[in-house]
């Protein structure tokens, strides 16, 4: 388009708004495509990134560390990718287990989702993992606690994904842990191909629709003119 000329094919009772100054033709253009999404119900899907990905390939526990008697170590013995995974020993608890502070990884009031492949060691009885997130509000004095999802049946046999989402409000945390706990108190097991996705922060903003609105409802050209 090399002029950006003031002329829709109309959407009956649809109000276009865009603003007459400062705007390239893409921009403009960028608005009626919008306008006419909206008009239609339609929306984008908001872009999503990995903002967490522990394969455990480097050899390190990649930050996880012990939660209770627990003792999480990188492992060769079993891997669903590569060569390696997180291997958890020495659970006393049902709470026990590797634990990952999340406080400088998430943001307050956005939805993150949270994923993992787990598998128990050669010879354990099936039993049921999740991922629980231990949250402590600064300036609290107790502890919460947020299930992210529903406890799964394990077995030693195969890998089982374990996958739900959370978010929190508070933006400041004394506590804020991510855990892998089981209902057999002794029970140990294998992490692998961990995950956290969220929102990848690259979303423009909507277009901007202050200005001059018309709808030329007062049978007046309503301030156009001839160029």
Same mark, same amino acid.
């Given at each position: 388009v090399n002029r950006c000329r003031a002329a829709f094919t109309s959407?009956?009772?649809?109000?276009?708004? #865009? %603003?007459?100054?400062?705007?390239?033709c893409w921009r403009r253009t960028r608005v009626l495509a919008t306008a006419a999404a909206l008009a239609l119900? /339609? @929306?984008?899907?908001?872009?999503?990134?990995?903002? !967490?990905a522990h394969?455990?390939?480097?050899?390190?526990?990649?930050?996880?560390? =012990?939660r209770g008697s627990a003792s999480p170590l990188n492992s060769t013995e079993a891997a669903r990718t590569g060569s390696r995974s997180l291997k958890t020993t020495g659970r006393t608890a049902t709470w026990n287990g590797p634990a990952l502070d999340l406080r400088s990884l998430l943001t307050a009031n956005t939805t993150y989702q949270i994923?993992?492949?787990?598998? /128990?060691?050669?010879?354990?009885?099936? @039993?049921?993992?999740?991922?629980? +997130?231990?949250?402590?509000?600064?300036?609290?004095a107790s502890n919460s606690? +947020?299930? +992210?999802?529903?406890?799964?049946? !394990?077995?030693?046999?195969g890998w089982v994904q374990l996958q739900g989402n959370f978010s929190f409000? =508070?933006?400041?945390?004394?506590?804020l842990t991510l855990y892998l706990e089981s209902d057999d108190a002794t029970? @140990? #097991? @294998?992490?692998?191909? #961990? %995950?956290? +996705?969220g929102p990848d922060g690259s979303e423009e903003p909507p277009p901007d629709t202050t200005g001059l609105a018309t709808n030329f409802e007062t049978?007046? =050209?309503?301030?156009?003119?001839?160029r």
């Open positions: 959407l009956r009772d649809a109000t276009v708004r #865009f %603003t007459l100054r400062s705007q390239t119900g /339609l @929306s984008s899907p908001a872009a999503s990134a990995q903002l !967490v394969g455990f390939e480097d050899g390190t526990t990649q930050n996880w560390t =012990a994923s993992g492949w787990v598998r /128990l060691a050669a010879g354990q009885p099936t @039993s049921n993992l999740k991922f629980t +997130v231990e949250m402590r509000v600064t300036g609290d606690y +947020v299930q +992210v999802n529903p406890a799964t049946a !394990v077995t030693d046999a409000t =508070a933006a400041s945390n004394d506590v029970s @140990s #097991f @294998s992490l692998d191909d #961990f %995950t956290i +996705v049978a007046t =050209a309503e301030g156009w003119y001839a």
